[in-house]
């Protein structure tokens, strides 16, 4: 048996614990949800990180890529229910060891009184002062997290429906899946290679747009596009992949908006994997840090462009040369991110493997 002052010092130790446990996990709502801003928040990442796990194994099971798009299209959907479940545990657990502290009866009895407060039940409650507010704010909070829920899912949506739209339209412009050469060659043929400009307009915006969203809307970037063979990060690549060509090989004078949406782009990318706590180096120079892309895939590219019509610079060595030094800035952050979004192939892009460094 304790004495008097022991067993209120426990109790004290105990509520304090409670009280932490509800500060902490409201917090992280907040943090998650509600700050404009990207916050990498351990409640947030490690169940993501764990239900990952179990789709990628389910994933890794099945024969085609189809199948795999299939099972992971599930994953943020799932991930982002499970979230706020996962929010309610801990506050009814964090609640739970408050009224124990208080004196409402056993743990199980303290298990009752936080579930059914903070559920809005009302089934089991305690008439003392001190429990009575608790329930209170306890139930409070309950019908706080579900509207946070609903009003958070719209803006994702939003989010969402944004991005795809130029994802969508890229697939008329490149093909699918989206490649630099192809886009280079659909535009010499149709309306000129002056048009691209007007399309690296768009997709700047895109871009700043993208780092906005898929930093402070984290789920977002798992979202997968409604074609399993369409994705935002692929179609990002073969973007910067078009410009970084018409920037060192194609003959024609180098604008000032095929480099803006370069920076653009790599800036965008960077803050995303700043988010995912994925490494970079920030300064890259070619060749001190290597490049994916191998020279006989440019050379290969460069001779696609000249059939096809398009004006290619002479000097071919100086030409390789420009090119990997636009693609080093944004190549380490292209392939990490298609490996773990589980991207579906893309030429210079999902076909890469890790980058050794």
Known sequence: MLTPFADLFARLIVFSLGAGLVGYTLMSAIRA?????GDNVPITRYTFRIISRLFIWRANKTNSYEGRDRVMALFAPVTL?????IWIILILAGYMLMYWALGVGTLYDAFKVSGSSLLTLGFFTNDTLAASLLEFSEATIGLGIVALLISYLPTMYTAFSK??????????????????????????????LEYLDQIFEDWEIWFAELEESH???APVN????PQPDRSWITAAGAV??????????????????????????????RHVCDFFQISYHPDPRYPAQSISIAREEWEEARQQLIAAGVPVKADVEQSWQDFAGWRVNYDTTLIELCQILM?????WSSDRGRRRR
């Open 33 to 37: 949800f509600v700050l404009p801003r």
């Open 81 to 85: 229910l499970v979230l706020p479940v």
């Open 163 to 192: 991005r795809e739209t130029l994802v969508t339209m890229l697939e008329v412009r490149a093909d699918s899946p989206p490649s630099a050469v192809t886009m280079i060659s659909r535009a010499q043929g149709i309306r000129g």
């Open 215 to 217: 930093t402070s809307l």
């Open 222 to 225: 798992f979202f997968r596009s």
């Open 240 to 269: 910067l992949d078009c410009a970084a060509l018409m920037n060192s090989t194609v003959d024609v004078p180098r604008t000032a908006q095929g480099q803006i949406v370069i920076r653009a782009g790599f800036v965008a990318l």
């Open 343 to 347: 991207a579906p192939y893309a030429p």
